[in-house]
């Protein structure tokens, strides 16, 4: 079974403060993803990754950005955290060929206070 | 610019009916559309996929259908349990942009 893995079910974080969001999969894919879930919303992408080192915006990238330095690790970083980023946020991996499927890890819920 | 869009943000139907629901899209140059389910507190598992080039995908008791002329697709539960009680989401993707574009989501009650 493909697993995803996010580094915190549940954070709570200051406005202005830096945050890190980790998130690991386990099936060696070589794409991966960033969305966060807001009701009546949906989910929207921030960022994605096709490779280590690579990285493309999504459809909401600002005030977020990313690293993958190791292809099974994928970190959303929020440089200076806001009321306004308080959201589920969701990382997904996929194969090369079937970047269609999507796998999802449980989501971090994050509170900017 | 919203080009998933599911219009019912809940749907409420008894144990044992056919839950039916809906996702319309404005790209036809989109390749796949699928399926995610979604429980609290977990992240979306993939549940149903169909190919724009087919009309009808089924599995077990799920299945989807499109209709690419009035860019509209569905998602059939029968019969439906108490189990399948969650959001659901509709999702396109096309080759071109390499990435799923997601609707709203329609949460699903099931009563027994």
């Known amino acids: 079974d493909v697993k995803v893995t996010q580094s915190s079910r549940y954070l709570v974080k200051r406005t202005g403060e830096k945050v890190f969001l980790e998130c690991v999969q386990d099936?060696?894919?070589?794409?991966m993803f960033w969305y966060r879930q807001d009701p009546g919303l949906g989910l929207r992408l921030i960022y994605f990754s096709y490779d280590v080192k690579m990285k493309e915006k999504g459809d909401i990238p600002e005030g977020y950005s990313v690293s993958r330095e190791k292809k099974e690790r994928f970190s959303l970083i929020l440089e200076s955290a806001s009321t306004n980023q308080t959201s589920m946020y969701l990382c997904?991996?996929?194969?090369?060929?079937?970047?269609?499927?999507?796998?999802f890890g449980p989501g971090t819920r994050l509170t900017v206070t | 610019d919203q080009q998933v869009k599911q219009n019912s943000p809940s749907l409420s139907v008894q144990e044992g009916r056919i839950s039916i629901l809906n996702c319309d899209y404005t790209?036809?140059?989109?390749?796949?559309f699928l399926w995610y389910k979604k429980y609290p507190a977990e992240g979306p598992t993939f549940l149903i996929s169909?190919?724009?080039?087919?009309d009808k995908n089924e599995d077990g008791r799920f299945t989807v259908f499109l209709n690419k002329s009035a860019k509209h697709l569905s998602l059939h539960i029968v019969p439906s349990q108490p189990g399948d009680s969650a959001v659901y989401f509709c999702?396109?993707?096309?080759?071109?942009?390499?990435?799923?574009?997601f609707g709203q989501g329609t949460r699903l009650t099931i009563n027994p």
């Open positions: 999702a396109a993707f096309f080759q071109g942009a390499q990435k799923l574009v």
């Open positions: 997904a991996s996929s194969t090369g060929t079937g970047v269609y499927e999507q796998y």
């Open positions: 790209n036809s140059m989109f390749d796949y």
């Open positions: 099936m060696d894919h070589e794409n």
């Open positions: 169909i190919s724009s080039i087919k």
